[in-house]
C-alpha cells in the first residue's frame, strides 16, 4: 500500500504573494497544469489510487479531481474533511508577504512559517461561508502554528 501525498497546484494567491491559510483561491492556469502533471506521473508510475482525501478548500478539491482524472481513477471515493485546510495564518490571511516582511522583519515572518510552536498574530474575525457551518466555532482557528496544525490533522490518522 502506498501513500500519495500532494499539495495543491500554484493557487492565485501563490502567484499573487499572499498569505493564503483558510481563504478559498482558484488555481492558476499554472496550477491547472501541475496538478494534471501530478496525474500523469502517478499513471505513469503505475501507482493506483484507492481513496483520495482532500481539504474542504477548492484548490484542493479541484487539485485532487485532475489528478483522479489523470491517473484513471475518477471513480474512486473522494472525502472532504476541514481537518487538511491549510494551515490557519490569522491576521496575516490576504496580506502581501513581502509587505509582512517589512514590516515585522524577516526573521519574525520565518518564525511564523517554520517555527514549530510560534503562532501568527491571530484574526479577530474569521468570515467563512457556510462549508464551517457544522463545525463547533471552537474548533475553528483565528491563528495556527504548525504544532496546532498538526493536531488538528491527527484524528485522520
Not at 472532504?80 to 514590516?103: M, Q, S
Request: without cysteine; glycine residues 6%; hydrophobic residues 40%.
Amino acid at each position: 500500500m502506498n501513500l500519495i501525498l500532494v499539495r495543491h497546484g500554484e493557487s492565485e494567491a501563490n502567484f499573487e504573494n499572499y498569505w493564503t491559510g483558510w481563504l478559498d483561491v482558484n488555481l492558476t492556469d499554472r496550477g491547472i497544469q501541475q496538478a494534471k502533471d501530478a496525474g500523469k506521473k502517478i499513471k505513469e508510475a503505475g501507482l493506483l489510487i484507492d481513496v483520495a482525501y482532500e481539504s474542504v478548500l477548492k484548490r484542493s478539491i479541484k487539485t485532487a479531481k485532475m489528478i483522479l482524472a489523470e491517473a484513471d481513477a475518477s471513480f474512486v471515493p473522494e472525502y472532504k474533511t476541514w481537518r487538511l485546510n491549510e494551515r490557519h495564518y490569522g491576521a496575516l490571511v490576504g496580506k502581501n508577504k513581502e509587505l509582512i516582511a517589512r514590516d515585522f522583519g524577516a526573521v519574525q515572518v520565518k518564525k511564523w512559517r517554520r517555527g514549530f510552536d510560534e503562532v501568527p498574530p491571530l484574526t479577530q474575525d474569521n468570515h467563512f461561508d457556510r462549508r464551517y457551518d457544522q463545525l463547533d466555532p471552537r474548533l475553528i482557528p483565528t491563528g495556527e502554528s504548525l504544532h496546532m496544525t498538526s493536531k488538528r490533522v491527527r484524528p485522520l490518522w
